[in-house]
């Protein structure tokens, strides 16, 4: 799908076949993109030995030394979650640390560790992290990262047709999956930062029961 807009009642969604097709209501549930950051090794090691979740991957990798590249508020969240699942925890802000003197102070007595420079890249085996290399040749021996990149909507039709997007660049969608135009419904990924099968699935649902409800009332 390449694009699609409003005629009347009906949307048209157009194919890069050059095929041409109409619906009463759209669902988007087309899931979001990572934005890799610069670092040599990061693609190779996603979803390996990076990880972005501590509910989805905590109890695989617990006790171990554990290394979280973030900085500022989300590096500190990670700091609070982490500690249930070790007490070996790094933070590598890969930059000139942004934090405040509170949560300096909470990180300091929970014996969490700051490393501001920058990273050259992971040394790793088939995406299995061994180590962190700085650019300053230092090497710091890990096997698991927690990061959580930013991210963009992997299909823009809804941003065509005039949805709202949040701030973390989701789409704005109420209890029942609707999207801010009428007729559009967005579910799973692309709608929370919640990303797991469970609420994508659950997210699913609401939307399919809304959108037939819908549909049902409009023909009665």
């Given amino acids: 799908a390449t694009s699609a807009g409003k005629h009347i009642d009906l949307f048209t969604v157009s194919t890069e076949a050059g095929n041409t097709f109409t619906a009463k ?3 988007c549930a087309t899931g979001v993109t ?3 950051p610069p670092i040599d090794g990061f693609d190779d090691c996603w979803a390996i030995s990076i990880l ?3 509910y989805c991957h905590g109890y695989e990798v617990k006790g171990k030394p554990t290394a ?3 900085n500022g508020d989300a590096a500190y969240h990670y700091a609070t979650l982490l500690s249930q699942w070790t007490k070996q925890l790094t933070i590598f802000t890969n930059a000139p640390a ?3 003197n509170e949560q300096k102070a909470k990180l300091v007595q929970n014996h969490i560790n700051i490393i501001e420079g920058k990273i050259c890249g992971l040394k790793h085996r088939k995406g299995y992290l061994e180590a962190i290399i700085m650019k ?3 090497r710091h021996d890990f096997s698991v990262i927690y990061s959580r990149p930013p991210i963009k909507q992997h299909c823009t039709i809804p941003l065509q047709l005039g949805c709202a997007i949040d701030e973390q660049g989701l789409f704005t969608v109420d209890i029942l999956q609707k999207t801010t135009v009428p007729g559009v419904f967005a579910a799973g990924d692309c709608t ?3 990303r797991s099968v469970a609420v ?3 997210s699913g649902m609401k939307a399919g029961a809304a959108i037939n409800n819908e549909m049902a009332m409009e023909n009665f």
Wanted: include cysteine.
């Fill in 25 to 27: 209501k759209i669902l």
């Fill in 34 to 36: 990572d934005i890799m």
């Fill in 52 to 54: 972005h979740c501590p």
């Fill in 68 to 70: 979280v590249l973030a």
């Fill in 98 to 100: 942004d934090f405040t």
């Fill in 136 to 138: 300053d040749g230092s």
């Fill in 192 to 194: 929370t930062p919640l």
């Fill in 200 to 202: 994508a699935v659950a």
